[in-house]
């Protein structure tokens, strides 16, 4: 155990009432430290599981956020993928669905292009300096 954990261990004994601990006045761990040592690991143990526990009480209200925030999403996810199975097993959806599918690729493909021809030359530049900065740097 570090010479950090053992003295928080020290201090938050008497702090979070789990009990007696070697007490430091000053005078370094001393005898009485040495016969606690074991004391002192499930000390801080105990500490770093309170520890532990308030950050998940501080944090949970966020989580509860996020799934309160997500759950339209999913909600939407779920009806749409559970309508497009049901969809697909008609010849004219999945006529539409393969027409809007080539007109999507007709319609992007082009900015795509455009896109890449404007960043790939910038992302390799960048690269190459990347790379030589990093041999000049050894």
Same mark, same amino acid.
């Not at 928080?8 to 001393?30: I, K, Q, R």
């Given at each position: 155990?570090?010479?950090?954990?053992? =003295?928080?261990?020290?201090?938050?004994?008497?702090? *979070? #009432? @789990?009990?007696?601990?070697?007490? @430091?006045? #000053?005078?370094?761990?001393?005898?009485?430290?040495?016969? =606690?040592?074991?004391?002192? =690991?499930?000390?801080?143990?105990? #500490?770093?599981?309170? *520890?532990?526990?308030?950050?998940?009480?501080?944090?949970?209200?966020?989580?509860?956020?996020?799934?309160?925030?997500?759950?339209?999403?999913?909600?939407? &996810?779920?009806?749409?993928?559970? &309508?497009?199975?049901?969809?697909?097993?008609?010849?004219?959806?999945?006529?539409?669905?393969?027409? @809007?599918?080539?007109?999507?690729?007709?319609?992007?493909?082009?900015?795509?292009?455009?896109? *890449?021809?404007?960043?790939?030359?910038?992302?390799?530049?960048?690269?190459?300096?990347?790379?030589?900065?990093?041999? @000049?740097?050894?």
């Amino acid at each position: 155990m570090s010479t950090i954990r053992k =003295n928080w261990a020290m201090g938050a004994g008497e702090l *979070l #009432g @789990v009990g007696p601990v070697a007490a @430091v006045y #000053g005078h370094g761990y001393g005898a009485t430290a040495a016969r =606690n040592v074991e004391a002192l =690991n499930k000390l801080s143990a105990d #500490g770093l599981a309170i *520890l532990k526990r308030i950050a998940l009480f501080v944090a949970a209200p966020f989580f509860g956020l996020a799934y309160i925030v997500a759950f339209p999403f999913v909600g939407l &996810g779920i009806a749409v993928w559970i &309508g497009a199975r049901a969809l697909i097993k008609y010849a004219a959806a999945r006529k539409t669905a393969a027409f @809007v599918k080539w007109l999507g690729m007709l319609v992007l493909a082009p900015l795509l292009g455009l896109a *890449l021809v404007i960043l790939l030359p910038v992302t390799g530049a960048a690269l190459l300096a990347w790379i030589g900065g990093r041999t @000049v740097a050894g």
